[in-house]
């Protein structure tokens, strides 16, 4: 699938009842400039071994300002995150915008929104060497057992697109991979919308949720977003 994707500097108006998907491709970048982030950024960044990582965690927060910033109007650098007791990085409450970033080996998506919660996961479509040992972590015996009946290409993408869901789903609670992914039921194979809601004894427990598969070229992505009446409309842009 490929959607309509419109090049940006500066965002769209966002209407209450959208969710923009900005990407940025990050081969070929050129070399970071950080002056967007802040001092507790610059020293994250600088916490990386590898040269490759720390560059692609700088495209990724100045991409991410600089999105915001747009909607907020205001400078990329006064964009006032605050993060998570699980370390998902959001806005001041104050301010009635939601968003969450992903990124893979190609490309950052970033996810915005004034629904009150939203969480995204990509993943390229190269083989996982672990497969099966994360199947058993991932999914539950009823889900591993389906996917390991499937010839290997197919297990492969069905994979990652249940872990894709899966994972958009932990992050838009806010509470991660400290809720078990098998815990969390989504449909494999399902392309459009999906309304869903985070089990009860969970954090957010009860929280209805909307599931949108964004998979498109060699992306497998999704979408989780809180629930109104209606699925929201998703509008792509890709930041020049």
């Not at 994360?134 to 994979?159: H, K, S």
């Not at 699925?231 to 842009?237: E, L």
């Amino acid at each position: 699938m490929t959607f309509p994707c419109a090049t940006r500097s500066t965002p769209a108006d966002l209407t209450s009842d959208e969710v923009h998907v900005w990407t940025l491709g990050l081969d070929d970048l050129s070399p970071p400039d950080d002056a967007t982030l802040d001092a507790t950024e610059r020293t994250r960044a600088g916490r990386f071994h590898f040269e490759k990582d720390r560059r692609r965690f700088i495209h990724c927060r100045s991409f991410m300002r600089r999105v915001l910033a747009g909607y907020l109007d205001r400078a990329p650098s006064a964009v006032p995150l605050v993060v998570g007791d699980h370390g998902k990085p959001g806005l001041a409450t104050n301010i009635p915008l939601a968003f969450n970033l992903t990124h893979c080996t190609s490309a950052a998506l970033l996810a915005v929104t004034r629904r009150n919660r939203i969480g995204i996961d990509a993943e390229g479509r190269a083989t996982l060497d672990d497969l099966l040992g994360m199947i058993g972590l991932i999914f539950t015996a009823e889900e591993a057992a389906w996917v390991l009946t499937l010839p290997e290409d197919e297990r492969q993408i069905l994979f990652l697109r249940g872990w894709t869901r899966k994972e958009a789903v932990l992050k838009l609670s806010g509470e991660g991979l400290t809720i078990p992914p098998d815990r969390i039921i989504v449909p494999f194979e399902q392309d459009g919308p999906w309304r869903g809601s985070i089990p009860s004894g969970l954090a957010w427990g009860g929280t209805a949720f909307d599931l949108i598969d964004i998979s498109t070229g060699p992306l497998i992505a999704a979408l989780a977003v809180a629930a109104t009446e209606t699925p929201p409309v998703i509008r792509h842009f890709r930041a020049d």
